[in-house]
């Protein structure tokens, strides 16, 4: 495709060159419709499955730059998405094998990779689809050991607050490499673990956890709610233990490994993560 602005139009070329197609159909850029071609024959049949391809492929570039979902998650639903038979997947490479080639066109759409930790938050990342604030708190403290970013809303902490099971969990595998870990924290609602809140860490420190639950309660004041869980499920975290005990008064800390609920698949399956994570496998040295 070519567009020449001069002439209010776009062209479009066959791509079938390799059977020597020279058809040209000419396309209006302010109403989209068809002008005219090159009246070159179109001398071959249609190629469904390329056609096809195409349009599938199409598909999962737009998605791709709309969603921060896994290229390779985005593929294979298109492919389910379009029921495509054993002769289709003839014409479709696996989605590990072109995951590559998308990853590329959504990082040219995305900022540079921040230098220091003094970088400003663009608003696609501090902000939601319809305006709201999604940075709840951003400071850097030395006595926290750096920056400390939390980020949620003022829905998902009224979920939170409306939760009497809370579930903690960090992570160093994968993070931003200038922080420490990624600290999320889940609400246990209508028998679901969901994620409400999320915090990228610069230490792994009690006065780190600390802080964010101070800010927690203070931003759940603010806009009207209580934040007092009946009880967290966590690991062998002592900073956090402490934090909740006291912080957040009155919380019940059982320790998911030691006591498993029975009575909830949800949390015996979380507890078998814990299990794989701490117990069956040497921690990495952090």
């Not at 490499?177 to 609602?189: D, E, K, L, N």
């Not at 690991?235 to 934090?243: M, V």
Request: glycine letters at 4%; hydrophobic letters at 35%; charged letters at 25%.
């Amino acid at each position: 495709m070519s567009p020449s602005v001069k002439k209010n139009q776009r062209n479009f070329r066959c791509s079938r060159k390799d059977a020597g197609c020279q058809s040209v159909i000419y396309i209006s850029i302010d109403s989209n419709g068809y002008k005219g071609s090159n009246y070159a024959e179109h001398n071959h049949p249609p190629n469904y499955h390329h056609t096809k391809r195409l349009l599938v492929l199409q598909n999962v570039k737009d998605t791709v730059l709309l969603e921060p979902t896994p290229v390779t998650r985005i593929i294979e639903d298109e492919y389910i998405k379009n029921n495509l038979n054993n002769e289709d997947r003839c014409h479709f490479l696996l989605p590990q094998a072109q995951a590559s080639r998308y990853y590329k066109i959504r990082a040219k759409l995305l900022p540079p990779n921040p230098k220091s930790l003094d970088f400003e938050v663009p608003a696609l990342y501090s902000t939601t689809h319809e305006g709201e604030n999604f940075l709840l708190y951003d400071s850097t403290h030395k006595k926290l050991g750096g920056r400390l970013m939390i980020f949620s809303t003022k829905y998902l902490i009224q979920m939170l607050c409306s939760c009497d099971v809370m579930l903690i969990d960090g992570t160093f595998k994968i993070r931003p490499s200038m922080f420490f870990q990624v600290y999320v924290i889940m609400g246990q609602h209508l028998d679901e673990a969901i994620p409400l809140v999320w915090c990228l860490t610069p230490k792994r420190l009690q006065e780190v956890y600390e802080k964010i639950f101070q800010v927690l309660k203070r931003k759940s004041l603010d806009y009207g709610f209580n934040f007092e869980p009946k009880c967290a499920y966590l690991d062998f975290e002592i900073g956090t233990i402490n934090t909740l005990e006291k912080i957040v008064i009155g919380a019940a800390i059982d320790y998911l490994i030691d006591n498993p609920p029975l009575s909830h698949i949800l949390l015996i399956e979380f507890n078998e993560y814990f299990r794989k994570q701490w117990i069956d496998r040497i921690p990495i040295k952090y």
